[in-house]
């Protein structure tokens, strides 16, 4: 399962993110969930720092991409906001592949 991991502040901001796993939905090379799980969270990590050219830190492994956001910015908060919307979409229609968790840090 694709597990999406979601952190906000006290005031709703948006901070960092985490995504692992992997969805079982079919074999590699033709799980079209894990393909729009990872073209959704390079897309929005590739916007904020290469785009927007804001201030975060990302990890990247075998099975992990997690983003801490050095930046409140608007622009950014929509880039964020839409991942979560996107991943929460799948969520509802892959349920048994995907799950979303949003967390305050």
């Not at 390079?42 to 492994?61: H, L, P, S, Y």
């Not at 991942?83 to 979303?100: C, K």
Request: overall charge negative; some cysteine.
């Amino acid at each position: 399962m694709i597990r999406a991991k979601f952190f906000y502040s006290k005031d709703g901001i948006c901070v960092g993110f985490e995504v692992s796993g992997h969805s079982g939905f079919a074999d590699s090379g033709l799980d079209i969930v894990c393909s729009a799980v990872s073209c959704a969270v390079q897309m929005c990590c590739n916007g904020i720092t290469e785009v927007i050219g804001a201030g975060a830190d990302v990890f990247v492994d075998s099975d992990t991409v997690s983003m801490k956001i050095e930046s409140d910015d608007e622009k950014v908060q929509v880039l964020l906001e839409s991942l979560r919307m996107e991943i929460g979409l799948l969520e509802e229609n892959y349920s048994e592949n995907v799950s979303l968790c949003v967390l305050e840090v």
